[in-house]
Nanobody, 126 residues
């Protein structure tokens, strides 16, 4: 069964950086979209960034220029480098992966993704 486990969350001051990791196990197939989402208290889950197997990426406008998504296929690990963090970035961050039969364009629509991690908390103080 596919499992995703996030790590790397924590507390930083505004302007600081964090690097989130997501280790994916029991996943097969040559092509699969992966993405990061976040959910702030009292708000709906929103897409942060997605990445295709060929390395093409998509970012939410709110994080463009500050966050970088990447993946290490050999290690089955997804990363999110977060720089210049702001108090509005406070949320639980989740990684997600599509099913093996997904053939569409990678995106940050949560309905696209089948497998989810349990999340890691990111706190930013002003």
């Amino acid at each position: 069964q596919v499992q995703l486990v996030e790590s790397g969350g924590g507390s930083v001051q505004a302007g600081g950086s964090l690097r989130l990791s997501c280790v994916v196990s029991a996943i097969t197939g040559s092509r699969r979209c992966m993405a990061w989402f976040r959910q702030a208290p009292g708000k709906e889950r929103e897409g942060v960034a997605s990445i295709d197997s060929d390395g093409s990426t998509h970012y939410a406008d709110s994080v463009k220029g500050r966050f970088t998504i990447s993946r290490d296929s050999a290690e089955n690990t997804l990363y999110l480098q977060m720089n210049s963090l702001k108090p509005e970035d406070v949320a639980v961050y989740y990684c997600a992966a599509t099913s093996s039969w997904f053939s569409g364009q990678c995106n940050t629509d949560s309905a696209t993704y089948t497998f989810w991690g349990r999340g890691t908390q990111v706190t930013v103080s002003s």
